[in-house]
C-alpha cells in the first residue's frame, strides 16, 4: 500500500516513493501535476480493501504547532471511506462520505489537539496529544487493522487499542485515505509503513 499519486490534492506534497505526506514542502517531497482531487485534502491509497479482506498497516505521524490553532480546525486524518464518496468533502467522517476516520484536531472548548475518532454518527475523544501553543511538536506511531470479515476497524498504538469502529458496512470497496490540513498554522507529516494482507491466515 502507498499514496495514490493521482488520487491526491493538488497542494499537498508526496515522496517520491510514494510512502510519506506533507502539507509542507520538505525534502524528496513533490507537489503532483495532475491531481483530481478538488475537495478531500490528502490523498487515496492505491490499494483498497474489499469486502472479507483483513490488512494491517502502520502510519507514522508528526506536526508542529507554529501559530495557535482556532476554533474546529484538523491537522491529520487517517480514514477509510469508498472512492467514488472521498471527495464530496474536506474530511470522509462527513455525511457526505460517510466514512470512518481517526482525526487529530482542535477543538475550541478544550484549547488543545485531541485524537478523535469520527464518523457521521459520533464524534469520540481517544486521547490528547498536545496543548495549542507555538512550538508544540507531537509526533508518534498508529497502527491501523481493518477486518471487514467483522466489519471491525481498529486504532491501535503502544499494544493497545484506542478504539474500534463496528459495523463498518458497504457493499463497496473502501479505500484508506490520508488528510493533512491548515499548513499555514500546523505543519504535518504522515507516512505508510508495513502494510500486511492477513486475509488468508488463520489467526483472525
Same mark, same amino acid.
Request: net charge negative; hydrophobic share 35%.
Given at each position: 500500500m502507498r499514496f495514490n499519486r493521482s488520487a491526491s490534492h493538488?497542494?499537498?506534497?508526496?515522496?517520491?516513493?510514494?510512502?510519506?505526506?506533507?502539507?509542507?514542502y520538505i525534502s524528496g517531497t513533490t507537489i503532483i501535476d495532475g491531481a483530481e482531487l478538488?475537495?478531500?485534502?490528502?490523498?487515496?491509497?492505491?490499494?483498497?480493501?474489499?469486502?472479507?479482506?483483513?490488512?494491517?498497516?502502520?502510519?507514522? +505521524?508528526?506536526?508542529?504547532?507554529?501559530?495557535?490553532?482556532?476554533?474546529?480546525?484538523?491537522v491529520l486524518e487517517i480514514g477509510l471511506a469508498e472512492h467514488n464518496k472521498v471527495d464530496n468533502y474536506f474530511y470522509v467522517s462527513h455525511e457526505n462520505v460517510s466514512g470512518w476516520a481517526f482525526d487529530i484536531y482542535h477543538r475550541e472548548s478544550h484549547n488543545q489537539t485531541f485524537l478523535w475518532a469520527d464518523s457521521p454518527d459520533s464524534s469520540i475523544p481517544l486521547k490528547m496529544f498536545s496543548d495549542n501553543q507555538a512550538g508544540a511538536n507531537v509526533n508518534g506511531t498508529l497502527l491501523v487493522l481493518v477486518n471487514r470479515q467483522k466489519h471491525h476497524v481498529s486504532l491501535i498504538q503502544n499494544n @493497545?487499542?484506542?478504539?474500534? +469502529?463496528?459495523?463498518?458496512?458497504?457493499?463497496?470497496?473502501?479505500?484508506?485515505? +490520508?488528510?493533512?490540513?491548515?499548513? @499555514?498554522?500546523?505543519?504535518?507529516?504522515l507516512q505508510i509503513l508495513n502494510p500486511r494482507n492477513f486475509t488468508l491466515l488463520p489467526l483472525w
Open positions: 493538488p497542494d499537498v506534497f508526496i515522496s517520491d516513493d510514494l510512502t510519506m505526506l506533507s502539507n509542507v478538488k475537495n478531500y485534502k490528502g490523498v487515496i491509497a492505491d490499494t483498497c480493501i474489499e469486502d472479507n479482506d483483513i490488512v494491517y498497516y502502520e502510519v507514522n +505521524f508528526s506536526y508542529s504547532i507554529i501559530n495557535t490553532l482556532q476554533s474546529y480546525w484538523l @493497545k487499542s484506542l478504539y474500534t +469502529f463496528q459495523n463498518v458496512y458497504s457493499d463497496q470497496s473502501l479505500c484508506p485515505v +490520508f488528510g493533512i490540513y491548515n499548513p @499555514k498554522d500546523v505543519h504535518a507529516q
